[in-house]
């Protein structure tokens, strides 16, 4: 199964990648588990091929939705929600702990087309964060709902809840306890300890253009091990984590979240793209490498650009990601290179 699976896979640099995807496509679709630490070192060859086989699951799924005619929406929805299935993510079933012991999770969705946007916040019964955001967006008069408004109104729509336990999983507890030791230090400086990023990151996203040339954004996560005080990250941040604009592109990202908040990363590489006539590759590798990181923020984004390119820049050591445009082969890749 391994065998087959590698051997239908291209493990391709991010270089490779953007070269590759110079063209456009009538349709395409980009996503991302996370982005932080990830290097050959620390990852065995059973986690690797765990989370590759998972990836290429979920981007077969939205690929499907897209060339048998459907929407970007749904495309996202489809491939965000298998790996909110997943234990492998911070998102859904694998979300981090909070502080606390326990799990919030935040999601967010845009429309390219029409500038709706859904999004939740602090959720923590939810099953499929990302089904209640677009719920969101498409059965109600808001934008963003939090806590346990947010709770009602998913059960109001008829979504699956599930115990906050349901998100329990060994690893994810193991990360707390070593996050705690270090909070320990400096309890009340959280969002600017330079904790491990193993600790922080992990969370997935979906971007997607369909055959109608619309475009579609999805992000889910558990946001930041050890968070506290009800901390929200860029993830359910319309502008920040996810941004879909058929004028230009759509990015869901992953990372610092503190910092994706305060420079409005997805949103600024469209309008770098829409206000400055800057390609997919510049406008992205600007923001990620030229003004987030020299600021201290770390992650990574997807982007899909209007005429359906796809470019994936990260400035940490690894992002889980996979690509495909119409008529092309599956890219998966995980390290940076
Ligand atoms: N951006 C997320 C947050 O800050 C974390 C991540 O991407 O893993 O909540």
Not at 19 to 43: C, K, P, V
Not at 74 to 88: C, G, K, N, Q, R
Not at 125 to 139: G, H, W
Not at 198 to 208: D, H, P
Request: glycine share 10%; hydrophobic share 40%.
């Amino acid at each position: 199964m391994r065998h087959l699976l590698l051997s239908t896979l291209l493990i391709l640099s991010p270089a490779a990648v953007a070269a590759d995807h110079a063209d456009g496509a009538e349709f395409a679709i980009a996503i991302h588990g996370g982005a932080g630490t990830i290097t050959r070192a620390n990852l065995s060859a059973e986690q690797e091929a765990a989370y590759e086989a998972k990836l290429t699951e979920a981007i077969n799924a939205g690929y499907a939705v897209l060339e048998s005619g459907g929407t970007s929406m749904d495309a996202v929805v489809a491939a965000v929600t298998i790996m909110e299935e997943s234990p492998l993510f911070n998102a859904g079933r694998g979300a981090v702990y909070t502080f606390d012991g326990e799990h919030e999770l935040d999601a967010s969705i845009m429309d390219g087309a029409t500038r709706e946007a859904g999004a939740v916040a602090g959720v923590k019964t939810v099953k499929s964060p990302i089904t209640l955001a677009r719920a969101v967006m498409e059965n109600s008069v808001h934008v963003m709902l939090s806590g346990e408004g947010a709770e009602e109104f998913s059960r109001l729509q008829g979504l699956e809840q599930v115990e906050n336990s349901y998100f329990n999983t060994p690893a994810r507890y193991q990360q707390l306890e070593a996050a705690r030791a270090k909070l320990g230090e400096q309890p009340d400086k959280q969002a600017y300890l330079n904790l491990d990023q193993r600790y922080k990151y992990g969370t997935v996203g979906a971007v997607a253009r369909d055959k109608a040339g619309n475009l579609a954004a999805a992000t889910s996560t558990g946001g930041m091990t050890a968070k506290r005080w009800g901390r929200v990250g860029d993830s359910p941040i319309i502008g920040a984590g996810t941004w879909a604009d058929n004028e230009s592109c759509a990015v869901s990202a992953t990372g610092h979240g503190e910092y994706f908040i305060r420079y409005q990363v997805a949103a600024d590489i469209c309008n770098r793209m829409k206000y400055q006539d800057l390609d997919v590759y510049t406008a992205g590798d600007t923001v990620i490498h030229d003004v987030l990181l020299p600021a201290g923020g770390t992650g990574g984004v997807i982007i899909v650009d209007k005429d359906g390119r796809v470019h994936l820049p990260f400035n940490t050591e690894g992002m889980y990601r996979a690509s495909r445009q119409a008529n092309q082969t599956i890219e998966v890749a995980i390290y940076k290179d």
